[in-house]
């Protein structure tokens, strides 16, 4: 029992009861696959090789030098970037590439050119 003095009405917001909220999209789309714009996926080299107008990623992992050699007939506009994580360096043209650096070089139409380096390569 509540004394008269300290008796209050209760708060009309005590009997308000939440409307269930659905967080789930009425449809979504199922996840795409690895697009490769400019070119094929990753290439794992352990061997001399000779890069292809399609290809875009070279990962070396070979244990000697070793030397890629440049399409012929590059794609327009082709970028291609080269890692090296083996213990030798990779020729590429006529740039050299150390150990655990990379190199992407871009065909401007005429000639190959060094758009982005990281680590050392001359």
Request: proline letters at 7%.
């Amino acid at each position: 029992m509540v004394c008269h003095g300290d008796w209050e009405p209760r708060q009309p917001q005590d009997f308000v009861r939440g409307v269930a909220d659905v967080q789930a999209p009425p449809w979504t789309r199922p996840e795409a696959h690895d697009t490769y714009l400019l070119g094929t996926g990753p290439e794992n080299i352990s061997t001399n090789y000779t890069a292809l107008s399609t290809d875009s990623i070279l990962y070396v992992s070979g244990t000697s030098s070793i030397t890629i050699t440049l399409p012929v007939t590059p794609s327009a506009y082709q970028i291609l970037t080269i890692n090296n994580a083996g213990t030798s360096t990779v020729s590429v043209g006529t740039w050299t590439i150390a150990v655990n650096s990379s190199l992407s070089i871009a065909w401007n139409g005429t000639v190959w050119q060094v758009v982005l380096g990281q680590g050392q390569f001359n």
